[in-house]
Nanobody
Framework: QVQFVESGGGLVQPGGSLRLSCATSGFTFNLYDMAWYRQTPGKERELVATITRGGRTTNYADSVKGRFTISRDNNNNKVYLQLNRLQPEDTAVYYC?????????????WGQGTQVTVSS
């Protein structure tokens, strides 16, 4: 059974930082690219960052480029997202999953997500 458990969110002031973690289980982690997504009420889930299986290549949405950093630990089946210089528009619930090349995700069992709120 595939599971994602996201953590590390919280309330932070503009300009602040957070580090999100996603613990995974139920699949062979090092065979999949991984990604972070975020969603706000009334909007579709947005792809934020991706990382390849070996961790060598990363890609970011334009809105977070230069501020967020995705990384992974294949020994512990975890993926991370470092959020720096946070802005109010980064407020969302953040999720991880394994992205497919042409859109969508491999696993329909999304985690509960972790709430990030950026506010003064």
């Amino acid at each position: 059974q595939v599971q994602f458990v996201e953590s590390g969110g919280g309330l932070v002031q503009p300009g602040g930082s957070l580090r999100l973690s996603c613990a995974t289980s139920g699949f062979t982690f090092n065979l999949y690219d991984m990604a972070w997504y975020r969603q706000t009420p009334g909007k579709e889930r947005e792809l934020v960052a991706t990382i390849t299986r070996g961790g060598r290549t990363t890609n970011y949405a334009d809105s977070v480029k230069g501020r967020f950093t995705i990384s992974r630990d294949n020994n512990n089946n975890k993926v991370y997202l470092q959020l720096n210089r946070l802005q109010p528009e980064d407020t969302a619930v953040y999720y991880c999953n394994a992205p497919q090349v042409h859109g969508g995700v491999y696993f329909n069992s999304w985690g509960q997500g972790t709430q990030v709120t950026v506010s003064s």
